[in-house]
Each structure stands twice: as C-alpha cells, then as structure tokens.
Nanobody, 119 residues
Framework: VQLQASGGGLVQAGGSLTLSCAAS????????MGWYRQAPGRQRELVARATRSGTTVYSDSTQGRFTVSFDGAKNSVYLQMVDLKPEDTGVYYCNGEIQVSRNYEYEYWGQGTQVTVSS
C-alpha cells in the first residue's frame, strides 16, 4: 500500500492551499485518512482526520480554517487550508488506517509535502 501526497508549496500569510493524498495498492478498505504536520524542531502533530463514516477531527489551531474531506470511492483525502499563518509551516504527512484484508488493518504514512507560509 502506498500513500501519495501532493499540493504543498509556498504561500503568503492569509493565502490558501489544498493538499491531496491518494492510497493505492492491495487495499481491502480504507477506514480513515488524515493529515499530520511536523515543524522544524517539533513533534509531528495531528492537523485533521476524517473517517469513512463521516466523522472529522481537527486540532485546535486549525479548526475553522482547514477542512478535511475523505472520498471513499477514490481512497483519497483532501485538506483545504485557508487563512494560512506562518505557524502552519511544516511538512505535512498523509496518514491512513487501511485494511489489507477483512481481518487486518494497518497504519500507513505518505512521504510528506512541504507547506511554507511566509509572513
């Protein structure tokens, strides 16, 4: 199973970006997907997550500015980011909880995409 993320880049404060991530490979079912980020010198932290059933979770710092959506038919997750702030800068990693068979679920990570917000 592979997760391929795209959409990062450089944007000015107040700007917008949309990240995309698609899971591929020998997949039985994708149960949830989400985004984490890691700023230099800091631990990786949750940004937002969405489940197949429609539940979404956001960090306090992104609630109201970011929107996560999960497309079960495409095994994909998207992150719409508006009103970006310099503190949103970091490497954004796609994450998925994926069943490879009826009885086995594993956690997978994508390769990371850089988001840089200039002040």
């Amino acid at each position: 199973v592979q997760l391929q993320a795209s959409g990062g880049g450089l944007v000015q404060a107040g700007g917008s970006l949309t990240l995309s991530c698609a899971a591929s490979g020998d997949i039985f079912r994708v149960n949830s997907m989400g985004w984490y980020r890691q700023a230099p010198g800091r631990q990786r932290e949750l940004v937002a997550r969405a489940t197949r059933s429609g539940t979404t979770v956001y960090s306090d710092s992104t609630q109201g500015r970011f929107t996560v959506s999960f497309d079960g038919a495409k095994n994909s997750v998207y992150l719409q980011m508006v009103d970006l702030k310099p503190e949103d800068t970091g490497v954004y990693y796609c994450n998925g909880e994926i069943q490879v068979s009826r009885n086995y679920e594993y956690e997978y990570w994508g390769q990371g995409t850089q988001v840089t917000v200039s002040s």
